[in-house]
């Protein structure tokens, strides 16, 4: 006999927890190439220099000059960003995503400029330690300040 009404909810509800909280408990929560991007666009439209550079392996040659430009970006504007994935492709075990990145910046001072960039970005990602990282970028040039005149 199958489960029926309020028993039915109760134990899919059962079920789902029986999911979720293994993975929960042991930090063993998926991770993707599309999750990490996503977790990035959030913590710098959000103006979180720190968390938006989680995401990039602090191995990177040019890790250090990325995030002074993602710091200056997100001290000077107010960042709307979007990454869009065009197309992935498997390299060893490096996952090199073409992608088209938008960003909205508007200054934080009264009346100062508001710009708009869009670049396509070639992004190479490794599973480091369970997470996806940004290895690699074909262009930083995305993140530079707004010049103000």
């Known amino acids: 006999m199958r489960p029926t009404g309020p028993n039915r909810f109760v134990i899919f509800i059962l079920m789902a927890l029986a999911a979720i909280l293994p993975q929960a408990a042991f930090g063993m929560a998926d991770d993707t190439p599309y999750a990490a991007l ?3 666009a959030t913590a710098l439209s959000k103006g979180d220099s720190a968390a938006a550079m989680v995401v990039f392996d602090p191995g990177m040659k040019t890790y250090g000059a990325l995030e002074s430009g993602v710091q200056a970006l997100t001290a000077q504007a107010d960042v709307l960003c979007s990454i869009e994935i065009l197309q992935e492709k498997a390299s060893g075990s490096d996952m090199v995503l073409d992608t088209d990145w938008y960003l909205q910046l ?3 001072t009264d009346g100062g400029p508001s710009e708009r960039r869009r670049e396509r970005v ?6 480091i330690s369970g997470s996806w990282r940004i290895i690699s970028l074909s262009s930083a040039a995305i993140f530079a300040p707004i010049n103000i005149r």
């Open 106 to 108: 508007q200054t934080k």
């Open 122 to 127: 070639s992004v190479t990602m490794r599973l």
């Open 38 to 40: 996503a977790r990035f």
